[in-house]
C-alpha cells in the first residue's frame, strides 16, 4: 500500500519522457509520502516503451502497464487507476502542460477529504503560460460549454489533464468508465457528480504543448459522439449509478 499512485498514460513521448519522468521523480521525493509511478504505454509506435524499461530497472518506485495497440488516453488511464495502490489516485500528462508542483496542491485537498479534485485553467489564479493557437482555443471553449450544458457537468474545466482521487472514489468512477479516447475526461466527471462526489478544482498554470496528439478535427467529432454515448449509457443504466 502506497500514500500516492501517479499515473502516466503515454503515446509516443520518446522526445519528452526521460527529461520529464526525472523533473517528476525529483518534485515527488520532496514530499513526505510513499509513492509508485505507474507508466501506462497506450501502443506506442516510437521507442516510448524501450525508455520505459530502462526508467523500470533504474526506479523501484516505477511500474509499467502496456497495451499492445493504441487503445485511447482514457483506456490508459484506466488501467493505470484500476491497478493503482495508493491511498492516492492521481494522474497527470506526460508533456507537464500543468508543472509537477500541483499534484502537491492536488493531494493537499485530498488529504483534506476531498474525494475528487481537478485542475482547472478557467479560475482566479490559474495562468495560461503558452496558450493553443486561436483554433484550438475557439474549438476548446465550444467544448467545454456544450459539454456543461449538454451533461450538467459543473466544474469550470473539463480536460485538463491533472486530476486526483480518493482511491475510493478513484475504483468507484474508473470500475464505471467506458469511454476509450478523449471523451473520457467528461464520463468520468459526469460519473463522478452522478454518485453524489463532491468535486474541487484548484487553479493552475498551463504551459500547452504543440506536440499534443489531438488533432482538433476528428478528434472533436469522435469526443462530441462519445458524449452522446454517455448519455446513452445512463439512460439505459449501463454504468449503474
Known sequence: MHDLSLVIPLYNEEQCLKKNFETIKV?????AMDYE???VNDGS??????IIGEIVQRNSCVRSLNNLKN???GHAVRSGVLSAAGEYVVFADADLAVPPHFIGACLKRLEAGTPMVIGS??????SFKVREGALRQFLGEVFRRFAQFSLGLRVSDITCGLKGFQKKAAFDIFSRSKIDRWGYDVEIIFLAQKLGYVIEEIPVDWYHSF???VRPGIDSLRTLMEMCRVHYYYLSKQYKC
Not at 518534485?27 to 514530499?31: A, K, S, V
Not at 509506435?45 to 524501450?50: A, H, I, Q, R, Y
Open 121 to 126: 485553467r478557467h479560475l482566479p489564479g490559474s
Open 211 to 213: 506536440d499534443s496528439k
Open 45 to 50: 509506435n516510437d521507442s516510448t516503451m524501450s
Open 27 to 31: 518534485y515527488l521525493d520532496t514530499l
Open 71 to 73: 487503445r485511447g488516453k
Open 37 to 39: 509511478i505507474i507508466l
